[in-house]
């Protein structure tokens, strides 16, 4: 049983506590790689949207456009995806990003070993993180889970193997939290303020 399945369909809680107070050059626990990503994504300051079906997913974005009053904000898009597959949602998207305060996104891979979004050229184009706004709505699947960077960068390599995309990066730092503020490594980065809706597709 998945962490989904525990925290939308009941279940024992599992190892929370000492995935968590683990240094982070101790091995992994033998915990899922949906877990792993789930606990480590939190830690990192991002928030998690789980969604069993498209309806779902677009109910979520509804919400999040309330909460943050995004209304008439249009939403920057270098994926042409999804404008087409979000066209009936009335929403409104731009090609220039300062036009926007979102920007919203597909992703490659969802990494379980540090909870981070493995994005390239295909996602970015060629701009770095920090030409992006800091509102970031990620649009992936379950089927996008890996357990590490490497087992992602295979997973692109085999995919584009006629041509790699360019600007391979992760976004890992979401925002600030207690646990991540006196992280030396999101010094200099450019911190984001993420959500993440996740499609199962499993």
């Known amino acids: 049983m998945g962490l989904?399945?525990?925290?939308f369909g009941g279940g024992k809680k599992v190892?929370?506590?000492t995935t968590e107070t683990r240094g982070v050059h101790m091995p992994d626990l033998n915990i899922p790689v949906d877990e792993k990503f789930t606990i480590h994504f939190k830690k990192n300051g991002g928030?998690?949207?789980?969604c069993d079906s498209f309806r779902e997913i677009?109910?979520?974005l509804k919400n999040i456009i309330d909460e943050n009053g995004w209304q008439e904000n249009p939403f920057f898009i270098l994926d042409p995806r999804l404008e087409g597959k979000f066209s009936k949602q009335n929403l409104?998207?731009?090609?220039?990003?300062?036009n926007s305060e979102i920007f919203f996104t597909t992703c490659e891979h969802l990494v379980a070993q540090n909870g981070s979004i493995l994005v390239c050229s295909n996602q970015l184009n060629e701009k770095k993180l920090n030409e992006v706004p800091d509102n970031v709505i990620v649009f992936a699947t379950t089927?996008?889970?890996v357990p590490t960077i490497g087992e992602g960068l295979k997973k692109i390599k085999k995919k584009y193997?006629?041509?790699i995309p360019a600007n391979i990066t992760t976004i890992k730092h979401f925002q600030s939290t207690e646990e991540n503020a006196d992280d030396f490594l999101t010094y200099g980065s450019s911190s984001k303020h993420l959500?993440?809706?996740?499609?199962e597709d499993l």
Do not use: V
């Open 4 to 7: 989904f399945d525990k925290l």
């Open 47 to 50: 928030k998690f949207l789980y």
């Open 92 to 98: 409104s998207f731009t090609d220039k990003a300062e």
């Open 15 to 17: 190892s929370k506590e």
């Open 58 to 60: 677009t109910d979520a």
């Open 195 to 199: 959500y993440l809706l996740l499609l």
């Open 161 to 163: 193997k006629n041509g």
């Open 143 to 145: 089927s996008q889970l």
